[in-house]
């Protein structure tokens, strides 16, 4: 067997991974589909960072609650109820889409349900990988997801467009609430697994929950290459999604004067470029030397993006971008490592929690500057402004002793 699919031995994570790539080929249709039917409806910059932006908050609101849930609650039933209420709402776009009432305010409705949703679905499948998987197989499992997450995103945006143009937005929304569904029955069978004590909790009080949460506040404050990481997390992400979220479709229309399916390639690019990462660091059982790798990839993002701005041609973004996929996924595996390989397990989920909030928390400012930006000086300075801002923070890391050790 492959190095980097040995963690597929496991039949709960192999059940899990299997609803979640099917899932996540979904999103990556919804993500072509919605950003190319704002485009459309609105024409605004702002109206795309606003979709983003809503869905951002709710997620930042309630993700520390999330957390606390996390390590008391089973896993995988908050993941199946988080899937089955995305599926719903998801479908009901698709049904507005189809009968042409679907409205911006609606979309904006949507994307806050969305985000709540996040809130609980993401601590709980980053928390519930070491109940399912030895120490030793971990970096299999995290690049096992990334790979599925990314192969999902060659062929997903992709097909998106391809959906987009024949089906429209009701076929293209539809598909991704079906994929949900998919997902909800391959948790079914391991719904009951890794329900410790702390999880059979019927009742949580208030001063558990604040118990809880200070718990893995306290982790966050005593690791210096923790809260560094996360602090400079959230300063880089507010750069990074200016450009990359919100300025990209603009970028792709006004700028290189193309159309969707080159939305699609560009997603695509930036897709192979992660599976490539996803396989190499897969095989790696043990990590080394981690801060310096992970500050040094993290530098090159931020030149990639820069470098997106520029009069390079298509050619030229979609090398950057399977470029900068390559990066963010290599950043992504050795992060998601060493949190799961030195948080304790019964912490893991509010440490995720912080770590979301902190590393997201700028988002919202970040859309809005995006939207701002490329609204007022065009989506080139957007890239060339938010990779050179992202370069300067992340460079910033290397001066902690703390990070430059992490090994």
Wanted: glycine content about 10%.
């Amino acid at each position: 067997m492959l190095t980097f699919v040995r963690a597929l031995r496991y039949r709960p994570y192999a059940l899990l991974w299997s609803g979640q790539t099917i899932s996540i080929l979904g999103d990556k249709i919804f993500q072509v589909a919605l950003a190319w039917w704002v485009l459309q409806k609105t024409g605004s910059a702002i109206a795309m960072g606003t979709v983003y932006t809503l869905t951002t908050i709710p997620m930042l609101a309630f993700i520390l609650f999330g957390g606390v849930l996390v390590d008391r609650l089973p896993r995988i039933r908050m993941m199946m109820l988080s899937d089955y209420i995305r599926g719903i709402i998801i479908l009901l776009a698709a049904i507005l889409a189809y009968l042409n009432v679907l409205e911006i305010w609606h979309v904006y409705i949507f994307s806050l349900v969305l985000g709540t949703v996040d809130a609980f679905f993401y601590p709980a499948f980053n928390a519930v990988m070491p109940d399912m998987i030895p120490n030793e197989d971990l970096n299999s499992a995290n690049s096992l997801n990334t790979l599925a997450r990314q192969l999902a995103g060659v062929v997903g945006p992709a097909l998106g467009a391809t959906v987009m143009s024949l089906g429209g937005a009701p076929l293209s929304f539809g598909l991704d609430a079906f994929s949900f569904f998919i997902a909800v029955l391959c948790l079914l069978p391991i719904q009951h697994m890794a329900i410790n004590e702390a999880q059979k909790t019927e009742r949580i009080a208030p001063k558990a929950v604040i118990h809880d949460l200070g718990e893995g506040l306290k982790v966050v404050k005593e690791s210096t290459w923790l809260w560094l990481t996360i602090l400079i997390a959230g300063l880089t992400n507010m750069a990074y999604a200016a450009p990359m979220e919100v300025g990209l479709p603009f970028l792709i229309k006004n700028h290189l004067h193309a159309d969707v399916n080159v939305l699609g390639y560009f997603y695509s690019a930036s897709s192979i470029g992660a599976v490539l990462s996803a396989i190499l660091v897969g095989r790696i059982k043990h990590l080394r030397r981690r801060g310096l790798a992970l500050y040094s990839v993290w530098t090159l993002i931020g030149l990639f993006i820069v470098a997106m701005g520029l009069p390079i041609g298509i050619p030229g973004v979609l090398l950057m971008a399977m470029l900068a996929g390559f990066g963010s996924t290599t950043l992504g595996l050795i992060w998601t490592n060493t949190l799961q390989q030195r948080v304790p397990r019964q912490l893991l989920g509010r440490v995720t929690s912080v770590d979301y909030l902190g590393s997201y928390i700028l988002l919202p400012v970040g859309y809005s500057l995006g939207g701002i930006v490329t609204d007022s000086f065009g989506p080139a300075i957007a890239f060339m402004g938010g990779g050179a801002l992202m370069t300067i923070l992340v460079a910033t890391g290397f001066m902690s002793k703390q990070v430059r050790e992490l090994d």
